[in-house]
Nanobody
Framework: VQLVESGGGSVQAGGSLRLSCAAS????????MAWARQSPGQEREVVAS???????TYADVVKGLFTISRDNARNTLFLRMNNLKPEDTAMYFC???????????????WGQGTQVTV
């Protein structure tokens, strides 16, 4: 089981980034995958999740700004982030769960993270 994030970096406020998460086959077939983020001194929080049927859930602070998607054929999870703000600065993590994945505590697998700085 392996999750490897990429696509982070520095961007000006108002800019966009697309994060990618390359997942092992066993992981990508889990029912739910998510993106979470953590800023220094803050708790890790789930910002977006997508279940095996493609249903998506977003934290209120990113609704309408972030889009989560998955490409099962390529075993890849994506997070498109638009109109980024300084408060979006954080380490972003890819995660997977065998059941629901709405909260950090529900995740079974984590990537190492990719830094986003706005």
């Amino acid at each position: 089981v392996q999750l490897v994030e990429s696509g982070g970096g520095s961007v000006q406020a108002g800019g966009s980034l697309r994060l990618s998460c390359a997942a092992s086959i066993d992981t990508i077939r889990r029912p739910c995958m998510a993106w979470a983020r953590q800023s220094p001194g803050q708790e890790r929080e789930v910002v977006a999740s997508i279940d095996g049927d493609g249903r998506t859930t977003y934290a209120d602070v990113v609704k309408g700004l972030f889009t989560i998607s998955r490409d099962n054929a390529r075993n890849t999870l994506f997070l498109r982030m638009n109109n980024l703000k300084p408060e979006d600065t954080a380490m972003y993590f890819c995660a997977a769960a065998r059941g629901n994945c709405d909260t950090v505590g529900q995740m079974h697998y984590w990537g190492q993270g990719t830094q986003v700085t706005v």
